[in-house]
C-alpha cells in the first residue's frame, strides 16, 4: 500500500507547495480578501498533510525494504501509520 501512496503524496505536496507560493490568486478567480485567506489557509494544511502522509509511507516503505524485518513488524509500522 504504501508502495501507491509515498509517490501521490509526494506529488501532490509539491502540487499545493506551488499553489501556496502562487502571489497573485486572482489568476485563479480569487479575488476576495476572505477567499484569499482561506487558499492560502487550506493550502498550507494540505501541504502539512501531504507532508506527513510522505514522510510516514516513506519510512514505511524504507524500512521494509531492509531482510531483518519480520512480516509482523511490517504490519504493525503499517497499522501505526496509519493510525497516525
Known sequence: ?????FP????????FISLSQI???GILGIHGEPERI???GASGLLVGRFGLIALGS???LGATRFE???EGQRRFMLTLMLIV
Open 68 to 70: 531483518g524485518v519480520s
Open 58 to 60: 516513506g519510512i514505511q
Open 23 to 25: 502571489s497573485d490568486p
Open 8 to 15: 501521490e503524496s509526494v506529488v501532490l505536496c509539491l502540487l
Open 38 to 40: 482561506l487558499f492560502y
Open 1 to 5: 500500500m504504501s508502495r501507491n501512496v
